[in-house]
């Protein structure tokens, strides 16, 4: 588990050039870098702040008296929950500069998500063409199309909690958006929106402050150019 801890110190923060800032920009990168090795997140660390073994793979990475407490993955990559917990750390020490996804330019956004799949649109745009407005993740497995439900309890009748690596996926795509309106279909534990909405407050709170409106609405009776719409409609109410 990846845990910052906060205290304050007044200090003036190194630059980051070169192969730091290389790092900096793989860490911030939309969609998510594949490829960033945990030896240059280490090494960006060292400059930055600090960065100490503990023992067992864990490592407590240190900036102007913020602490963060992360385990060396398995492989020589960064897993993507792993870049999503640097990101948090690198803003909530205020390290991330220019690449701070908390720009009032950065697109609207709304996703579309049902228990058949997710997509994700850039409502800004005027063209009339739909199909320019689809945000297209990195996603080579095709992750995104296909929520994978647990077993479900036969017993009692009810559906068994949604996969967390689903939602996970959902939220490294709108990492670095703007505000963000969110489209589910159904009601109560039937509505993926709301599960999506409860773990971006539990595990990306940064990111669920951006949610300016969540709309249930019948996604099987609606075209997209309505649903770009229904989401421009919510920025302005």
Known sequence: MNKIESTTVDRTLPRVTGAHRRTMEAIF????????????VVSLMEHIGDAHEQGSNAFVFTIAGNRLLMHKPHT????????????QFLMHTGMAGEHAP?????????IVV?????????????????????????????FLH???????????????PEEPAYYEKIAEAVALGGKLVVVGH?????????HLTDYLLAHHPETY????????TDLSAITTPQLLDLARDAMRT
């Open 29 to 40: 990168r939309h969609p998510a870098a594949h490829n960033l090795e945990w030896r240059d």
């Open 76 to 87: 020589k990559d960064m897993t993507g929950p792993d870049i999503s917990a640097v990101r």
């Open 102 to 110: 908390h720009d009032p330019a950065a697109p609207t956004l709304l």
């Open 114 to 142: 049902d228990h058949h799949g997710t997509k994700i649109f850039h409502v800004d745009l005027t063209n009339d063409d739909t199909s320019a407005h689809v945000i297209a993740p990195y996603d080579p497995h095709h």
């Open 146 to 160: 296909h929520l994978t439900h647990k077993d479900q309890d036969r017993e009692q009748g009810q559906r068994a």
């Open 186 to 194: 159904g009601k109560g534990k039937s509505n993926a929106a709301h």
């Open 209 to 216: 402050q951006r949610i300016v409106r969540e709309i249930d």
